[in-house]
């Protein structure tokens, strides 16, 4: 990705958290809805781990890699 990254999904966002490569907890947001575009101009170039919490309670976690 390069400036923003797109969350969708059929059931509401309860919870994001963004970790760099070490397991820092860089940011966290919170009651995002079902859709939700996140603009990332902070982040620097590299790998990034994302915890999606949703509302029934589903935790999904995934890498991202931010480009230049």
Do not use: H
Request: with cysteine; net charge positive; charged share 20%.
């Amino acid at each position: 990705f390069d400036e923003q990254v797109q969350i969708k999904s059929d059931i509401p966002i309860k919870k994001l958290t963004v970790y760099d490569i070490t397991g820092k907890m860089l940011t966290q947001l919170n009651n995002l809805g079902a859709n939700y575009q996140w603009n990332t101009p902070e982040l620097n170039t590299g790998v990034y781990l994302i915890q999606i919490q949703l509302e029934n309670g589903t935790i999904l976690n995934k890498k991202l890699c931010k480009r230049d």
